[in-house]
């Protein structure tokens, strides 16, 4: 069987994209040999959250991802706008894994989502469309005894060990990618960004740039 093209799918508020989110996707297209990555802006966030203005979060991953490994796709942010409610990643994986029956589409996550899967919206489904690749800081494993029982037997009966496995599968597997994670708050960026404070090194420069031109956040506490 010929292995499968792998793609990325990683989604986030991005509000704003910083260098860890930059550094995550490079290590994705490197070291595990993603043909390409899909940006996936939340639309209105499942918890409420207060989101910047999503022609302004859009704009910002365009100047961050304008290669052509990267795609942003608008997907969760035009489906807000249309029923004017919450956004599942359930609904995106269906929409986004669609397109073609001969890739393997692998959600991007960071170990914290992995550990709060269990609260997601129709999470056990999840693993029907894509596969998961799950960035984690080296030494940080998972102590299986001590999470939510059924997120603990999912992770036991879908650990894939190689990454042949997900090129192999086109759906259901979870690979632990070690990578040094980059500790960046985008909480933090915003109250730096509200206060004229600098932010190099957390943010690109074409970033910082275009926040402080239109004042993205300007207000405190945004």
């Keep these: ?12 508020a991005f509000d704003p994209v910083h260098n860890g989110h930059s550094a995550i996707t490079k290590y994705c297209i490197e070291k595990l040999c993603m043909e390409k990555i899909i940006v996936v802006p939340t639309g209105t966030s499942p ?5 910047t203005n999503d022609n302004f979060r859009l704009e ?5 991802f304008h290669e052509d490994c990267y795609e942003i796709s ?4 035009l ?6 409610n919450p956004t599942y990643t359930i609904d995106t994986l269906k929409y986004l894994t669609a397109r073609d029956e001969q890739t393997s589409y692998a959600f991007i996550m960071g170990m914290d989502s992995l550990l709060n899967l269990h609260q997601w919206f129709q999470w056990e489904s999840l693993l029907n469309y894509c596969h998961f690749i799950v960035i984690q800081r080296k030494g940080n494993n998972v102590d299986l005894n001590t999470i939510n029982p059924l997120l ?7 650990t894939a060990l190689t ?3 997900l090129s192999q599968n086109g759906y259901g597997g979870i690979y632990f990618a070690k990578f ?5 708050s985008s909480t933090e960026i915003r109250k730096k960004l509200s206060q004229d404070r600098d932010v190099s090194g957390l943010v690109s420069p074409e970033i910082e740039k275009y926040s402080k031109e239109f004042k993205i956040y300007h207000s405190e506490g945004q």
């Design 1 to 12: 069987m010929m292995p499968r093209k792998l793609i990325g799918i990683f989604g986030g």
């Design 47 to 51: 918890l409420n959250k207060k989101l």
């Design 60 to 64: 910002m991953l365009h100047k961050v």
């Design 74 to 77: 608008e997907y969760e942010v």
């Design 79 to 84: 489906q807000s706008k249309k029923n004017n």
């Design 152 to 158: 603990s037997n999912l992770i036991k009966k879908n």
């Design 163 to 165: 990454l042949d496995e």
């Design 180 to 184: 040094p994670l980059m500790p960046i």
